[in-house]
């Protein structure tokens, strides 16, 4: 929603679950065994490419996964050609090229109980999967995880949003740096 208000001809949005990393050749119950909550599930090495990629105006084919299989798709999102690049994931600034990438590092923090919340919801809802099953991967993976890579890289920030989006002066801010960049 805050992208439309600045407007989605001048702002390209990345989130970093398009670069789980296509694991064909695994079969599919060893896919579901990956840790993906850690930083080696991801392909930041194609990110980096793409972004290096968007930053000289060029169009890029994101890859599409599909959570179902584990997998990559055969389709892609063709984006590029704007000046404003916002690149979304709980674990880019895990990966010190992707952090050098950025102009701009903003930590959204989120309160653990609403990320679990909201996690539970998604997957319950989106990808079918049981009540369990969604505690259970937050206990062995998700949290521990969390605890591991994603709330230490939090000093990495230039910006730490407390409430995230919930915080409608900062994100008023963060869109006014954005159009200023323009």
Known sequence: EYVEELGEDKVTVISEDAYYKHNPHMAFE??????????????????????ERLRAREQIQIPVYDYSTHLRSD??????????????????????????????????????????????????????????????????TVRPMYLQFIEPSKHYADLIVPRGGANRIAIDMIKAKICEMM
Not at 30 to 51: I, Q, S
Not at 87 to 110: A, N, V
């Open 30 to 51: 060893d896919r579901e065994k990956v840790n993906y909550d850690h930083p080696d599930a991801f392909d930041h090495d194609l990110l980096v490419d793409h972004l």
């Open 75 to 140: 389709e892609t999102r063709t984006v590029g050609g704007t000046k404003i690049i916002v690149l979304e994931g709980i674990l880019i600034y895990s990966y010190r090229p992707i952090r050098k990438s950025l102009d701009i590092r903003i930590y959204m923090d989120t309160p653990a109980d609403i990320c679990f919340i909201r996690r539970l919801q998604r997957d319950v809802e989106k990808r079918q999967r049981t009540l369990e099953s969604v505690i259970e991967q937050y206990e062995e």
